[in-house]
């Protein structure tokens, strides 16, 4: 199961919950670690979750679209989460300092003769912050990568050493389906989030994901997995999740 699963399973058990309840088609999960109680997982591996989503930080809240039946709504409205979503709750909710889309891919990583199947992850800079991740070398992505579409990746750190053993990554090229990457940065190790290893993953600007990888474009606009969001302290997190809610809501007609 990875982390897409272990959030979506999370945000089906919380409904339950008045201060977690989960959207009508999409659901809010609080990085925090009573979230944990409702996955139904054994109590060793409980534990572990629970010191997982506690290094998240009380702050982080991940929103998730909904199952597939939740999503049939009326055909005249959005079905899942867009790249709209992330900046109209950037833009209109004043309870939350950092946001940060993203749409996952597993993909076929290349480099010269070797190649591995990993989770790739098309995001914005703000994932950095939001996600508790830090450079080891290079860069993250940035804003011009976005606005250019550019093929930069910046690799886990797992992945860098497999590809690059006691070399330097950075400016190295490699591939990820059919399209050619730069490298610009590697990240410090990070270990696994519920039983997901976040040092094995790519990053690359989510426009570039959208436009070059997977092409997960709809009516409605960019199509992302979830969007990560940063509450600006923990006293703010009940008014950050129920702003969210009620602009979702709007947004999504539900």
Excluded: C
């Amino acid at each position: 199961m990875n982390i897409f699963e272990s959030l979506k399973m999370a945000s089906s058990t919380l409904v339950s919950n008045k201060l977690r309840s989960s959207l009508t088609m999409l659901g809010i999960v609080i990085g925090n670690a009573s979230v944990i109680a409702t996955i139904g997982i054994g109590q060793g591996a409980q534990k572990l979750a629970e010191e997982q989503f506690e290094a998240l930080g009380p702050n982080v809240m991940f929103v998730v679209p909904g199952s597939e039946e939740s999503r049939r709504t009326q055909f005249d409205m959005p079905k899942t989460l867009v790249l709209e979503d992330a900046r109209a709750i950037a833009a209109q909710v004043p309870t939350i300092s950092e946001v940060a889309p993203q749409i996952n891919q597993t993909a076929v990583i290349t480099y010269r003769d070797r190649n591995v199947n990993e989770s790739v992850i098309g995001t914005t800079p703000e994932f950095l912050k939001v996600r508790s991740f830090a450079i080891d070398k290079g860069r993250f992505i940035n804003q011009i990568d976005l606005k250019r579409n550019t093929r930069v990746v910046v690799l886990g750190a797992e992945l860098a050493e497999k590809f690059f053993p006691n070399q330097n990554p950075i400016g190295k090229q490699l591939r990820i389906k059919n399209t050619n990457f730069e490298t610009v940065g590697v990240l410090k190790a990070k270990g696994s989030f519920l039983g997901d290893n976040q040092d094995k993953k790519a990053f690359i600007p989510l426009t570039t994901m959208a436009n070059r990888i997977v092409g997960q474009t709809s009516p409605y606009g960019l199509e992302v997995s979830w969007i990560n969001v940063t509450a600006k302290n923990e006293a703010s997190i009940r008014a950050a999740k129920f702003q969210i809610e009620n602009l979702l809501r709007l947004r999504h007609k539900i």
